[in-house]
């Protein structure tokens, strides 16, 4: 899915990103070539950038714990 139609952009392109460490949309953006043109696009990008690294981050004992229900 196109997240900016102004860049070209896609989801997965921001998802690899995200992998490797990027945690906004304005890196994301500048590290593919070009900064956000209109900008309507940041939220959504900011999002899918987010939820992949909440998805991501390594989980300690009491996020654990509660994942458990213990």
């Known amino acids: 899915m196109y997240v900016s139609l102004c860049n070209g952009y896609r989801n997965c392109e921001l998802k690899a990103l995200a992998q490797q460490g990027v945690r ?3 890196a994301a953006f500048h590290t593919l070539g070009a900064g956000p043109r209109c900008g309507r ?3 959504i990008a900011q999002r899918v950038i987010g939820e992949h690294n909440t998805l991501a981050a ?3 004992p009491l996020a654990v714990s509660a994942r458990l229900s213990l």
């Open 24 to 26: 906004s949309a304005h």
């Open 41 to 43: 696009c940041l939220s």
């Open 58 to 60: 390594p989980l300690g």
